[in-house]
């Protein structure tokens, strides 16, 4: 009997990349297709230590070309669908949101109607605790029960999909599962999210941006905890449910740079606080006992260990991180693996 043909959208992407990595690891007779817009923060260089698996195959094209998407779904017999693609970055959707409502609002009910469409037998759409909104100090973790309230333009739009999603669970009978995750950090993340942008700044002895008064909490979680936590979604949730995946590790984030400094031997004069973010949330936490009951999974990783493996991960990688910084690595991978570059054109 053949394995599951599973459709990743955002594969490029920080945690799109390590679930494929993952997975590949996990279930060899799987096949996966990777589709990815390649934006500025997607990156085939994350799939290089996979070049030549031939149960991998990579199509450039956009989660908002239904045709191709359709075409897509039926050509390569795909049973389940995991739904990373998005604009994931809160500043970016504070200076324009627009790309924000197309890819995450739009490109999502094109993705949900053509899996309604083919049939699909499983869709997992990965989003995020901050459609919970924020939290004070005193108050308890969100649950999946928490009423929705995002606060930016980005968490309005992943609420919009999750609705969606959960919309086409209950209406037409699809098996659509919801996930909700805290911050993750690992490798591969890209360099504008916090704790990338302060490793790479700390190594090159640059200035360390803090907004506001860096009290701010975030629940960290390492993105392999978040991956098993999806695969579990994927392979034994319930169609129609929510899970929550949380690393239970409250941090501030005045006290994440302090850590990676002392990581990294470098002074805390690097730290400048400069203009808080508009509209900042000021807590995020995740209670994620639901998945741990129900789906079996634990985050494995502490946030000390977590980030010691993220720090070496980013020292011991300077090709990595300098293609990133540099931009090389928009055209990496058409320079080197061309012969195997699918692109939308060539599906359709
Ligand atoms: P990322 O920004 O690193 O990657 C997003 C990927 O999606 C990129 O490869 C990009 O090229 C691709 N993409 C963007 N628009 C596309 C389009 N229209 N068509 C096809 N591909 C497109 O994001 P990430 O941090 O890996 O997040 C992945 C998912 O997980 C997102 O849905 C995000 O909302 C969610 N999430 C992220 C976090 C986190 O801490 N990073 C936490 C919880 C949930
Ligand atoms: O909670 C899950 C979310 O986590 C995901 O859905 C998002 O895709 C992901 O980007 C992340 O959102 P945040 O806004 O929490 O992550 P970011 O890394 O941008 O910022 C983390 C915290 O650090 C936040 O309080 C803002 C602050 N920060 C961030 C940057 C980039 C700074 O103080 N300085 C900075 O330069």
Known sequence: MRGMNVLVTGGCG????????QQRRLYPQDRLIVLDALTYCGNLRNLEPLSGDRGLRFVKGDICDGDLVGKLLLEEEIDAICHFAAESHVDRSILGPLPFVQTNVVGTTVLLDAARNAGIGR???????????????SDPPFTENTPLAPRSPYAASKAASDHLALAYAHTYGMPVIVTRCSNNYGPYQFPEKLIPLMILSAMADKPLPVYGDGQQVRDWIY??????????ALRRGQPGEVYNFGGRAECRNL????????????????IRFVADRPGHDRRYAIDCQKAEQQLG???????????????????????WCQSVQSGEYRTF???NYADRLVTAKEVA
């Open 223 to 232: 993105v392999a905890d978040h991956c098993a936590g999806i695969d579990a």
């Open 333 to 335: 991978f058409e320079r």
């Open 297 to 319: 999974w634990q985050a494995r990783w502490t946030l000390a260990d977590g980030l010691v493996e993220t720090v070496r991960w980013y020292r011991e990688n300077p090709a």
């Open 14 to 21: 920080f945690i799109g990349a390590n679930f494929v990595q």
């Open 123 to 137: 869709f997992v759409h990965v989003s995020t605790d901050e459609v919970y909104g924020t939290l004070s100090p």
């Open 255 to 270: 006290q994440m740079v302090h850590s990676i400094l002392a990581l990294l031997h470098k002074p805390q004069s690097l």
